[in-house]
Every structure is written in C-alpha cells, then in structure tokens.
C-alpha cells in the first residue's frame, strides 16, 4: 500500500487533489447507485473482514456527501456495516498489537482501516445526530402531549444505534492502538474526530434525561480514555467550559464525568484544569447575562457532592468569586464549602492543617450569612442545615452559629426567613447537649456545679506545693559568683592587707568554732552559699580543712587552690544521696503524693467541662427560646409557606419539651379555621402527630398517653382555644379510629375519680367527653345521671370551675337538637339535671366563690336550651335565690343586732340591720341580668323557631285534610302563583311572629307583675350612685346586668342610655368600662337608630389611658364598622393613632382593622384627608416622628393611579388653607408617602401655585425632592427631562425665594392679592409641647377639628356642646346628678334601617 489517509478537517478536502502519496477519493457514488454499492460493501465485509473498509471507503463517504437526499435507511445501512468494521478491528487488532514484529506494510494497512472507519462512522454518527435532533424539535409534544408516532420510533432507534456506536469506539480505541504511529505519535485530527462525535452528542437537549443514561455512560467513558491515553486533558478542559457557557442542562453531566474522569481513569488534573477555566472568568463576565454562570454553579456545587475531597486543593482559586458580583457563583462556592465541611473537614481526627482550613472555612459561610443577596443568604442556611443534620458542626460555633441564625428570622426574604427556621429546627433535633431544653431547669445544676468547682479550686490553691528548686540548679547559678569570690580570697596581697584579712579570718573562725565536728561545719558551709554569704563560706571551708585534717569532705583542700576549693564546695553543697535530706532540712516538706496531685487535677477538669457543658446548655436553651418567641409571631403570616415552616418548628420544639414550646402549639391552634387548606391541613397534622398518635406497648396504654396529651394542652386554655381544639378532636373521634371506645372509657373514669387524678385533669377530662359527644352524641346523653351526681351533686359548691365544664359539655347535646328539623328535644323541668343546677345556683348566690359566676352563665344557658318552659324555670330560681339573699340579710341583722344590745342595750342599730354582703348582691344581679338576656334569646330563636315549625306542621296537615272542588282548587293556586310571584308567601305569617316576639319583649317582660320588672330600679341605683355603692364587683355585675336589660325593649334602652354612657367615661373601674364598651357594641346593632348620636363617645374611648380598655374599644369598633353598623367618619382618626401605640397587641388591632377596611371600595382613600387634619391639628401635638409612621402605613393601601391623582390634587389644596409651618411640613410628608406616577406628578406641577411659596421651608423642600428622586428611578427620557427642569424650579425657589424666580407677570399677580394671605402663610408655629394628653391624642370633649382653616371649606354648621357630666362620689347626692341631663342627650340625626332582630342578636 502506498498512500497514507490522513483525516481531513473537512469532509469535502478528500475529493481535492492531496499530498504526496495521500488518499484521494476518487468515485462519489451516486444517490441511485448508493444501495447497489453498500450490498458490494456488505459482501466484501462478510468475505475479506474490516479491511474491506480500505477498498470500500468512496461508497461510504459518497453516503457523507449526499446525507440530506439520500434515504435514511440507507444511512442506518451505512452505520451498521461500519459499527461491523470498528467491531471487526476492535477484535483482530490485538494480536497485531502484540506481536513482537510486524511489517510496515501491515501496520500501515490497519492503521489506513482505523483511520477510515472512524473517520466514517463520527461523521456519519453526527449526521444522524443533527437529523435526530431536528426530528425532535418537529415532534415535540403540543398542548394534548400527543407526538409523532413516526418521529417517535425513529428517534427511539436512534438512540439505540448511537449506544452501540459509541460502545464500538470504545472498544476499539481502549486498545493500545497508538503503536500503530510512528514514534506512538497520535496525529490531533484523529483524536478531535472523535471528541467532536462526543461533544455533537452531547448537545442533545435530551441528553441529560435518565432514558439517556447508557449513552452518557459511553461517551464519558469514551472522553475518559481519550483523556488518559490520547493526550485530549486540555482539549477537554476548554470544551467542557465551553459547552457549559452555552447548554445549562449539561452540568450536571459534566460534573459526573469530571468526577469519572479523576477518580476511575486517575486523571485528577482535570478538575483543578476545570476549576482555573472557571476562575479565570471575571466577576463582570460573570454578571452578565448568557454567561453560563448558572451551568457554572450548578457543576461546581455537583461536582463538589460527588469529590469532595479533590475539591480543596483548588478551592483558593474559586473563592475569589465569593468578593465578585455574580450571587449565583457565591452561591457555588459556599456549597462547594458546605460539602466539603460535611464530607471532609469533619470529625475529630484532623490535624492541625486540617482544623485550621475548617475554621477558615465556617468564617467564610458566617460571612456570607450577612451577603447582600438574600438568595445567597437563604443557601447558606441551608448549608448550614445540612452541615448540622450531618452533625459536622462543631460544638465551639454551636452558640455563634445559632445566633446568627436567630438574627436571620427577621430577614426582609421570605426564602431566607424558612431557611433559618430550618436550620433552627435542625440545631433541635440535632442538638449535643440535651434531649430536653429548658433553661430554667438548666439554671439550678449550673449554679450548683459553679459553687462545686469554685470549692475544689480554693482547696486545690490551698494544697499547692512550694516550688522547690534543686540543689544543682542552684549551684550552676551561683558558681560564675562563687568563682570571683574564690579568686579573690586566694590572691596574694599586701602585708597590712594581709595582717587584716587575718584578724578578720580570726574573728569569723571565732564566731564558728560552735561547729564540733565536720559534718555540722559542712552544714553551716552550705547555709552560708545558699543566703549568698560566699567570702564567708570559702573561708570557713579553709579553716575547716585546719580544724579537720582528717576528714573526707576537706581532704583535698591539702593544697589550696581555687580548683580544689570549688571542688570542696560543690561537694558540700550539692551532697551526696546521705546527705540530701540534712542539706535541706529548712525547705517545705512535699505536702502530698504526686498521684494523689494528678488525681485533684483530674478531678479539677472534669468538673470544669461539667460547668462548660452546663453553661453551653444554658446558652443555647436560651437562643432556642428566643427564636420560639419570634417564630411564634410568625404564626400569622400572609405567606403560607412560611406558616408551615413555623407549624413544623413548634412541633420540633415540642417534642424536645423546650420551655415554653406550648405557647406556639396553642397560638397556631386557630389556623385550623383557616381559609387556606395548606395551613389548615400543617395544624392538623401537627397536632396528630404531637396528639393524636400515641406510643404504647397496648391500646389502653396509648389511650393513656392520649388523653394525658390533651389534657396537658387543656390546662389553663382559654374557651378560644377549647374550641379551636375541638375541630381537631372531633375529627379524631369521628375518623373511626380503634382507639376511640378506650379514650372515652379511660376519660370517664378520670372525670368519676376511679383513677387517682387532679382537678384540672377531671376538667379537661369533662371537656374532652363534650368534644367527643359532637361527634357521638349518646356519649354524654346516655350518661347524664352520672355527670349529674359528679359534678353537680351535694359537692357542687366545692367546686363550681368542674360544675362550669360539665354544663358545657352537657350543652354539646344541644348542637345535634339545633341542626334538626323535628320536635326540639327538652328535658322535664322536674328532671335531675335541672333540679342539681337550680339547688347548685341558689346556694351559690350567697357564697363568695369567685368561679360561681362563670358557672352561673352556663348553667342558665343550658337551661334555657333543654328545659321546657326554661322561663318559668329560671322565675323560681331568681325567687329562691332572692329569698336566700334576704335570709342571709336578716340572720345578718339579727348577729348585729345581738351585738349592740350586748355592747349597748340603749342603743339601736338601723343601719346595721339594713347591710348586705355586696359580693352576694353583685351575684343575684349578675343572675338577673343573665336570665333576662336569655329569656331574649330564648324568644327570639326557640320560640320563634317553634311557631315557624308548627305552622309549617300546621299548614302541611290542613293541606292533606283539605279536598277542594276544582273550581277552588284552581282559585287557590293562581292565589299562590300570585304570592310566589311577588314574594310574598310566608312573609305575612312571619311578620306577625315577629311582631308579637317584639311585643312581648317591650310590654310583657318587664311588665309590673314580672319578676324582672323588680330588679331595674335597684341596678339604676346602683350604676348612678357610684359613691354609696362603690364595690368593684357589684359595680361590675350592675353596669352588665343593666346592659342586658336595656336589649329587652327600645324603651328600656332610651331611658337608661344616658346612664350608661355616663359610666363609660366617668368609672374609675377600668374592667367596667370594657364591659360597657362590649354591651353598646351590641346595643348597637340591636338598637342602631338609638346609639348613633353616641357613636362620637364610642371612638373616645381609643384614647383611654388603660391598655385593655383600648384594646376592647378597637376591637368593638372593628367589629361595627367591618359589618357596617356604624358609618366610618372622621373619627377614624383615633384608630389610626394606635397605628403607634405603645402596646404591641393594640398596634396589631389598629392594624388588623385598616387592612380589613382596605378590603372596601375606597374606604381608606376617602377617609385620607380627613385624618390628616385631624393629625396635624396644632392642638393635638402629634410629633412629626408619629405622624410619619401612621401615615406611611395609611398610605400604603393607595395603590390606584386615579387615587394617587386626585390625592395630589386635595394634599395641594390644603396647603392654602394650613397657617403653621409644621402643617406644611405633614402635607408635604403625605405628598412624598404616595406612589407617585406620571399623572400625578403633572397635577403636582399644576397645583404649583398652591405649595410654591413654603419652599424656603426644609421641611416641605425635602419631602417634594424625594418625590423627584423617586420619579427618576426608571423613568424614560422625556419625562426625566421634565424631572430635572421641575427639580430645578424647586431648587432656586427654595435657595432665593419665589420673588426672585417667578416672571414679573406672575409677580403682579401677587402683588394684587391682599397682604392678609401672606401674613397668614407665616403664622409662627405653635407650642410643640403635647397638650391635654398624655398619649398624643386628642381628649374626647376637644372638636374634631382643632383649626378650621386646614380643613376643606364647607358649610358651617352648628355643633352642640360637649354634655357636663357630674360623677361625685358623695354618698348623699341625689342619683340622678350622676346622669346627663336631657338637654345634653345627643339628638338623632341620621335614621338608621333596622334589620331583623333575630338577625341582629348576639350569640
């Protein structure tokens, strides 16, 4: 063979004239002949094997070239005879590839047949690729997800042919084919013939689907082998970031191969080649938009979950994106950091390298928990999530993390507030430190172990042993001294000097000659060295050696010599072992053993991690109760995903028993009356999970824990909470549960005390027995003698809260009677029930108990909704309950009476005689007005609802016993069509019901001869003489009762309404003056017509100086202007000052109501005006702090354009009128709170005239600059120019006045206008100081409207007086004087319609 294929970087070149010896094609075949020459192919292929493709190649490459008109069978032919070629080569070339010689000729042959396969089978596998892609594009499923049925089939052989292609070339080239170059030198065309295949493949939109799964293996392999063997690790690397820049869906791909790549074929440069490609990139690069920077972030945080471990030697390259622009790559890099602290960088068993880019690492994600792009903060969190599930954290950033995370609750992002609450969820149920967190019972066991350790560190200091430094230590610092010394002593010198030193030397041997023997002289020797005396100690040493000849220790002073001297000294000094304990005899014994010292210190540790543990609890209990307290309050939210973060973290916190981790359990407990069933079905399934779902080893075991579940949850619960919690016991006892028969057994014999168990647990066990009875009635009606004999038998009186709970689920019977349709169902008034309740009643009237009230209501409502004739009833109960009362008042009168006669016989005692216990009285009117509130209610809905039903009965029977001729028949039918037809049938039967309910509510219950009638002076007295009867309680139980007698009758109503409002403002009793907000709440809608001249004293009460007093007026007054009882005026005003009040609830009220009337067409829009003069009055004293913040919120429910508008157009208006400076101001704060828009700023620039003149004020100035700040965000460049100019026009009005800019035309103008209005424009402003009230407000006697000229000018009209209300506390006034006199009664004014009164009773 004597040509050489070369592949060619374009199909066309191999038809051109080549090179020397370069294989040119020389026959195209035609489309026609195609199939002719491929079976020629197909032949040879069976006789000669592969290296047919040598002879065959033009038939091949003539298919390349006529792919767009030749048939697409005959291009799988093609592909098929050449995957048999690849095969064919792929198995006969080993054997060459191991053969020890082989001819050029043969090596240039297979090697000719490599290069011409793979050449055909890439291009044509592209082809067929770009086809198949095509054929999906066209086929793709429409709006009914139908698709080709022929495109589908083709599409679905491809991708199996393009498998068995992709594994062929596999095959082959994992062979050591490179041997068959010369010098084993790959040629680059070759290898990109291949990878071009590879990456035209993977271009595939379908690619990444898992049907694709077996050809994303091959090609990745295919690369893997490419890279490892051909040489192809940089091509890759570039093309990988090329590829990713322009298909998002393939990162994930990538990600697998880089990570096949690194760890199975061992090339791991590949990912730090990668990771600098996309480090290189630069931050602005990266900011803009087609960047690929989201492929980016999804490779790196992929690639990071499957190698980890590979990622950490090139992470410094990839952090230098965590300082760029783009969020999507800081978040990569915090993920790739997050995967790298779980899976790497965890666990005790690092080094200090290690621990060190650990902590590097965790200060880089603490950074980033504060970035300014909320979706990078809300991923961080979750890496920190996972980082704490997998419990890599460790324990040091346990409290700093935690903070952090708390702080993030109140994040502006709803992603970033359920990240943290994640996080927080996963630091409970993760937590190291204790399965139950609770920092109160944290607190006494830390203190305890402090007080432990402080005492075992005192006694440990007291132990400690005196340092004690060695003798040698000792010496070898004092031997450089004692060497000079020693020195000096042996220097010869003068006679006299001599003569001196001598007598001296005589002298210190005199002093120590007490030494008798060489031992003792040796001791005093080293006394001597150790107080630094050394001249002493070299001259005894030098007697000694005199006096002791003998002796061992100076033997070798025979010659005296400063060697032999220190020698001597050294010797004596440091001792031998015989010595050791006489030479330091003057130093401090070891006080203790060393094992006894290492044992304390031990000791000492150990309580020292005990206290750091604690003190790590505590702490971190702490945080957890912090973040319960703030996620409590997002409970409540608008956004629903937040609220089921929130529901599942009360239910982890629960289960933890963190303190207080029922207070969220119960505040989420009402959204199971939400609208929106994703809310209501987390409540549900929380409260199973939490309730409903016990543990136990039996079913009675189970029933227990699950009524000591509920019962727990029931102890001190409001009734709100009772009831919220009986739609989710209902449905508990309702669902058919196994578990039901066991529960209601184990509560009865709670309740009836045959298990040892507290009150509250018999109460909640009662209650629990009425939520089960609405879903089985006959739980509690067949067992009514029970709870009559337990509850309310002869211990009633002890105690009147388990009476209360079991008439309330008595009551529940009734809730079945109501929803049918046939004959009510009442018990006999001689039945026991009634005869235990009227017994329990009377006797309690004159006992003091403070709980017989909330007993007292129930049981008259339980009465009147299960007895028959429940009025006559109740008369014997009053009767008897009076009768008691003046028993107890005579035997009073008679021990009083004994008293005085026995002190005094002469003297008698009147008054004595007449007292009364008032807390008894308070009781019997509480009673009184509790019956006469029901005898209405009784009237009104069971009686009324009695006559519809029996003259439905009636009507229906008469129609059965009548048989009219046809002539009356036909009559009677064109009568009913008539009625039917105009609306009336039925209508005059029940307004002749109604009239006589209404009648007898006016003229017969409170008639001379009812026993009602008798107690209305005496609450009258009561309520109008505050100072003779000024008992808190009796004052409470009259101002209700009379409130429930004025819903009787209009009559009752009109006269006693003076008296009531009169209590309202002048009673020092704040719980008095909230119940007679709630009674003129409903008073209101009863009697509408009677309490609209009142409304005015209704809204002062906003002002009040108690909280609960606020509180109760704006939710009463919510109340009547949502259901649209009372018309919404000015004196909205006060509601919107509790925009700013200073407790939290009552601000969360006042904002509850604005964003329920927002929900009304224009309400707050029309109202707008109005508050702001009322706001801005001088005399109110609002603060502009203040005043800004309601009207930001006011002002945030104007979102319409035509609004806005006109808004403009009335705030400008009212700067003529507004005389001070800080009315200006407020005005031009409202204009800046408004959603400007281009409309509206054209009406600003025309109202012009009206605000021009107060520029020169910063107040008005900056406000409107703000407003042209806002309108140039954004704004195309037309209007932007207008912008500018009216900034301009601001700007020089304000810095040189309106005289220096305006025209002269204009200037005129001016000038003929009378001086007052400039003179009234510069009115000073006022006193700042608030006036009157305390809060800010206005007093309910001030007008409305402090200056009349800020308001819009309107017709005056005459306003009456504030009524004088005189409240003296004197005893012997006259009652009346408490009252407003007529005159001062507010006059009716606008008619109000009334509604039907069965409509408008309170339930």
């Not at 292929?45 to 047919?52: A, M, V």
């Not at 393939?250 to 191969?257: M, N």
């Not at 779980?342 to 690492?361: H, N, Q, Y």
């Not at 017969?1004 to 808190?1032: M, Q, T």
Request: proline fraction near 3%; charged fraction near 25%; glycine fraction near 4%.
């Amino acid at each position: 063979m004597s040509w050489d294929f070369f592949v060619p970087v374009c199909t066309g070149d191999l038809v051109k004239t080549g090179g020397i010896n370069q294989y040119v094609v020389q026959d195209v075949v035609s489309s026609k002949q195609l199939p002719a020459s491929l079976s020629r192919f197909k032949a040879a292929l069976r006789s000669q094997g592969p290296l047919c493709i040598l002879e065959h190649f033009d038939t091949c490459y003539s298919v390349l070239q006529h792919c767009n008109s030749v048939e697409l069978g005959v291009k799988e032919d093609t592909l098929e005879l050449l995957v048999q070629v690849v095969n064919g080569l792929a198995a006969t070339l080993p054997a060459l590839l191991m053969a020890t010689s082989v001819s050029a000729a043969e090596r240039k042959e297979k090697l000719n047949a490599v290069k011409m396969s793979v050449f055909l089978i890439c291009k044509l596998t592209e082809t067929l690729e770009v086809f198949s892609c095509r054929q999906c594009i066209v086929t793709a499923p429409g709006k009914g997800g139908k698709k080709g049925k022929a495109g589908g089939e083709g599409l679905v052989q491809w991708e199996t042919e393009r498998e068995k292609v992709l594994q062929a070339l596999v095959q082959l080239l994992q062979l050591d084919i490179r041997s068959l170059w010369n010098l084993s030198l790959v040629e680059e065309e070759f290898i990109s013939c291949v990878t071009c295949c590879c990456y035209k493949v993977l271009e595939n939109p379908t690619i990444s689907h898992v049907k694709s799964k077996p050809t994303r293996d091959c090609i990745i392999h295919l690369l893997g082998v490419l890279i490892k063997k051909y040489n192809h690790l940089l091509g890759a690397s570039v093309k990988v970031i090329q590829l990713l820049q322009h298909f998002e869906q393939l990162s994930s791909v990538f990600a697998q191969a880089v990570s096949v790549w690194s760890t199975e074929y061992g090339v791991r440069s590949i990912i730090g080649e990668v990771i600098r490609e996309i480090g290189r990139k630069s931050s602005e690069e990266l900011a803009r938009e087609g960047s690929g920077v989201k492929a980016f972030s999804t490779f790196l945080s992929e690639l990071s979950g499957l190698v980890p471990e590979l990622m950490i030697p090139n992470i410094s390259v990839l952090i230098t994106h965590l300082e760029g622009e783009s969020n999507t790559m800081r978040v990569a890099v915090c993920e790739v950091l997050g995967d790298i602290l779980v899976r790497v960088l965890c666990g005790d068993g690092l080094d200090e390298s290690g621990k060190a880019d650990r902590d590097r690492f965790f200060d880089t994600l603490q950074e980033h928990l504060h970035d300014t792009h909320s979706h990078v903060r809300a991923r961080v969190l979750q890496v920190y999530t996972r980082i704490v599930n997998s419990k890599a954290l460790p324990l040091c950033k346990y409290s700093e993390v935690m903070e952090l995370a708390v702080g993030r609750l109140m994040d502006k992002s709803i992603n970033a507030v359920k990240s943290a609450i994640q996080l927080l969820a996963a630091f409970i149920a993760h937590n190291p430190y204790s399965c139950k967190l609770s920092s109160a019972d944290l607190k006494i066991p830390l203190e305890k172990e402090t007080v432990k350790l402080r005492e075992m560190k005192e006694k440990l200091e007291g132990k400690a042993p005196v340092a004690v430094i060695k003798a040698s230590e000792l010496w070898a610092a004092m031997e450089p001294e004692l060497l000079i010394t020693v020195g000096t002593e042996l220097e010869p010198s003068s006679d006299s000097e001599n003569e001196q030193q001598e007598d001296e030397n005589d002298q210190d041997v005199e002093e120590e000659k007490v030494a008798e023997d060489d031992r003792a002289t040796a001791v005093m020797i080293a006394q001597y060295l150790r107080v630094n005396k050394y001249r002493n100690a070299v001259r005894l040493c030098i007697k000694a050696h005199s006096c002791f000849p003998e002796s061992e220790r100076f033997a070798s002073l025979s010659t005296v010599t400063p060697e032999t001297l220190m020698e001597t000294l050294a010797l004596i000094f440091k001792g031998s072992d015989e010595d050791a304990a006489e030479l330091s005899q003057n130093l401090p014994p070891t006080p203790q053993k060393e094992g006894e010292k290492e044992g304390e210190e031990g000791e000492l540790k150990k309580q020292e991690m005990l206290v750091q543990y604690l003190k790590d609890t505590e702490t971190f209990a702490l945080q957890v109760e912090r973040a319960i307290s703030v996620i409590n309050t997002m409970l409540y939210m608008k956004t629903t995903s937040v609220v089921q973060e929130a529901v599942q973290f009360c239910v982890t916190v629960c289960e933890f028993s963190v303190a207080n981790s029922v207070s969220g359990v119960r505040k989420m407990l009402p959204l199971v009356w939400s609208t929106d069933t994703a809310i209501k079905d987390a409540v549900v399934q929380a409260y199973r999970r939490l309730y409903l779902n016990p543990q136990g080893d039996n079913i009675r075991m189970k029933a227990h824990t699950l009524v000591d579940s509920l019962s727990e949850l029931m102890v001190d619960a409001s009734l709100g909470t009772i009831q919220c919690l009986e739609e989710i016991v209902q449905e508990f006892f309702g669902g058919g549960s196994n578990l039901q028969s066991t529960v209601v057994q184990v509560l009865w014999e709670r309740f009836t005390g045959k298990r040892e168990t507290s009150g509250l647990n018999r109460r909640a066990a009662v209650l629990l027995l009425g939520m089960a009875t609405r879903a089985e009635r006959e739980v509690v009606l067949s067992n009514l003698d029970t709870l009559c004999s337990v509850a309310l038998g002869e211990k009633v009186t002890e105690d009147f809260l388990l009476a209360r709970d079991t008439v309330i689920t008595i009551c529940s019977i009734t809730d079945h009677v109501r929803q049918s349709k046939g004959a009510p169902f009442r018990l006999p008034q001689d039945h026991q029930l009634f005869t235990c309740l009227t017994q329990a009643l009377a006797e309690g009237v004159v006992m003091e108990d403070p709980y017989w009230q909330g007993f007292m209501e129930q049981a008259v409502r339980l009465i009147y909704f299960l007895a028959e004739s429940p009025d006559q009833l109740c008369s014997r109960l009053v009767q008897r309950s009076a009768r008691l009362l003046l028993d107890q008042i005579a035997e009073a009168g008679e021990v009083n009476k004994d008293s005085s006669q026995t002190q005094d016989g002469s003297q008698e005692s009147s008054e004595q005689d007449e007292q009364v216990n008032c807390v008894c009285l308070a009781q019997l009117l509480a009673l009184c007005g509790c019956v006469a509130f029901w005898q209405v209610s009784h009237l009104e809905r069971s009686v009324s609802a009695e006559l519809r039903r029996r003259r439905g009965e009636r009507e229906e029977r008469e129609e059965k016993e009548k048989v009219p001729s046809s002539k009356a028949k036909q009559q009677s039918a064109n009568e009913s069509a008539m009625e039917e037809e105009l609306g009336l049938m039925g209508a005059s039967a029940e307004d002749t019901e109604a009239e006589l309910i209404r009648k007898i509510c006016e003229t017969e219950l409170l008639a001379d001869e009812n026993l009602l009638c008798a107690f209305l002076p005496l609450l009258v007295k009561v309520c109008s003489s505050p100072g003779r009867y000024s008992h808190p309680q009796l004052t409470t139980a009259a101002c209700l009762a009379l409130s429930q007698y004025m819903m009787i009758s209009p009559s009752v109503c009109e006269e006693n309404i003076r008296l009531i409002f009169t209590v309202l403002e002048r009673s020092t009793l704040p719980v008095v003056r909230a119940n007679a907000l709630i009674a003129l709440g409903d008073l209101t809608v009863r009697f509408p017509n009677i309490l609209e001249p009142w409304t005015q004293n209704l809204y002062a009460r906003l002002s009040d100086e108690v909280p609960s007093v606020r509180q109760t007026a704006v939710t009463v007054l919510t109340q009547l202007v949502l259901k649209d009882v009372l018309k919404v005026k000015g004196q909205v005003s006060e509601v919107a000052v509790l925009l700013i009040d200073p407790e939290a609830h009552i601000t969360s009220l006042a904002l509850n109501f604005f964003n329920e009337l927002a929900t009304k067409d224009n309400a707050i829009y029309n109202l707008l005006p109005d508050i702001i003069s009322r706001l801005s009055d001088p005399e109110r004293g609002m603060s502009s702090e203040d005043f800004n913040t309601i009207m930001k919120q006011l002002f945030s429910y104007i979102t319409k354009e035509r609004q806005t508008e006109s808004l403009v157009e009335k705030l400008c208006q009212r700067f003529r009128t507004a005389k001070t400076e800080r009315q200006w101001c407020d005005l031009a704060t409202s204009l800046s709170l408004l959603s400007m828009c281009e409309r509206g700023f054209k009406r600003l620039q025309e109202c012009w005239e009206c605000y021009s003149d107060k520029l020169t004020e910063p107040g008005v100035y900056q406000p409107l600059l703000s407003i042209i700040a806002k309108l140039r965000r954004g704004a195309k460049a037309q209007f932007k120019a207008q912008v500018d100019e009216f900034e301009k026009r601001l700007t020089a009005v304000h810095t040189r006045g309106l005289e220096n800019v305006e025209s002269p035309e204009v200037d005129e103008e001016n000038q003929t206008q009378g001086s007052s209005e400039k003179t009234v424009t510069r009115t000073p402003l006022p006193t700042r100081g608030r006036k009157g009230s305390k809060r800010g407000q206005a007093k309910p006697s001030s007008s409305s409207h402090g200056d009349e000229s800020f308001v819009t000018p309107q017709k005056s009209k005459r306003k009456s007086k504030k009524p004088v209300i005189t409240f003296s506390s004197d005893e012997e006034e006259d009652e009346e004087d408490a009252v407003m006199a007529e005159s001062e009664t507010p006059k009716v004014t606008t008619p109000i319609a009334r509604t039907s009164r069965r409509t408008r009773l309170r339930n």
